[in-house]
């Protein structure tokens, strides 16, 4: 075996053995449960923003920058947990982070000020990060190899069902139960969770790697191929671009579309179902287009958050704008992990945790930028901003595709 075979190839080697076993489904169907209550915590602010700050006494931009505390810690944590994590088996590491979901939902949920609030999206911060570090190596241990791209998209696609539901959903209950209530919802779901994992994932001990806190710096490395540091560039730069506007969806639709709560809810899940379609539809645009698509989409959405400043206040017009939105963008992260892998064959996991953290710091600053100009000079400000640092996505895509041509040639 070659000094560069990446720990997911070993730990797929070393654990399942036996190409012929049924492998462990319910603990895949449990971790992708989990990702659905994951991506439903991170996110809900999203929907409940307005209530949120009225009930918090801060402004919509401050509440804004929850996700951006998430996305920080989410960094810090898929940076160090595979090294932090030491010889924990990886099972208990699971149901620890799925418990600490569940306290972070009940934290904000009977937060009686800002400050509570912030510390509960902080420990969302820290599951997100070790969760979606940790999800791809623990599906590998779970089934045969010739079944992991199977196990792989059902994990996944948790995520994309949160996509649908999460933000009407949250809208829809806040409606009725009040914000608290919805992030109190999250409690028995992460409750559900850490029992369907507890009942369902075996045993999985840590793999052998070293547990020094020095060798966390080593993720890094990957970026000195100039095909991958622009890649990285260019993926940071679509989720910021995306999470400038993103955020502020909900204030935008009432301040400036002027409807109410419940029309706010379906138009959030118009943009959920589009954005369901796009993540079934995006395969047959991958392969040898996978950096036309790359380029293509963030330029796309440029469009769309620019259209959207003129045609705010109609509509129709905004639901389909933000249906397409929902269709592009959601679509995307399935491009970008398909480049991972095509980049970083034979270190997908390094790669896969670089990604995770180039992520969450772009969508906490898209998130923190967003707020600062929502706050300040409005919605159409925020929008050409989006507009703007998605046209930069879309160029280093571009340039992304042409340094890899060089490397191969």
Known sequence: MSPDTSVAERETQGSIGDEHRSGHWGGVFAMSFGAFALVASEFMPVSLLTPMAADLQVSEGMVGQGIAISGLFAVLTSLSISTLAGSINRKTLM??????????????????????FMIGRAFIGVVIGGFW??????????????????ALAIVNG?????????????????????????FFCLVPVSALCLAW??????????????????????????????????????????????????????????????????AVSLVLLVLGVSGFAGTVLIGRFLGPGLYRTLTVI??????????????????????????????????????????IA?????????????????????????????GLLFDSIGYGGTFACSAAVLLLASVLALVTSRATQQAAS
């Open 95 to 116: 149901i620890w982070l799925t418990a600490l979901m569940g306290f972070s939902g009940a934290l904000i949920a009977l937060a009686p000020g800002y400050l509570p």
């Open 133 to 150: 570090s940790m999800s791809a190596a623990t599906a590998i241990r779970l089934v045969p190899a010739a079944r992991v791209p199977r």
């Open 158 to 182: 948790g995520n994309a069902l949160a996509t649908v539901l999460a933000a009407p959903l949250g809208s829809y209950l806040g409606s009725i139960i009040g914000w608290r209530g919805a």
């Open 197 to 262: 994992l507890w009942f369902s994932l075996p045993s999985l001990t840590a793999p052998h790697r070293s547990r020094r806190v020095r060798d966390i710096f080593t993720i890094f490395t990957a970026l000195r191929e100039p095909p991958v540091a622009w890649g990285m560039a260019a993926c940071g730069a679509f989720f910021m671009g995306q999470f400038i506007l993103f955020t502020y969806v909900r204030p935008f639709l009432e301040t400036v579309t002027r409807i109410d709560v419940t």
């Open 298 to 339: 963030p330029a796309l959405m440029a469009l769309i958050a620019a259209a959207l400043i003129p045609f705010g206040a109609w509509l129709v017009a905004v639901v389909v704008l933000l249906g397409l939105w929902g269709l592009l963008g959601t679509s995307a992260p399935v491009a970008w992990w398909s480049w």
């Open 342 to 370: 095509k980049a970083l064959p034979h270190n997908a996991e390094q790669g896969g945790g670089l990604m995770v953290a180039v992520v969450q710091t772009c969508i906490a600053l898209g998130s923190t930028v967003g």
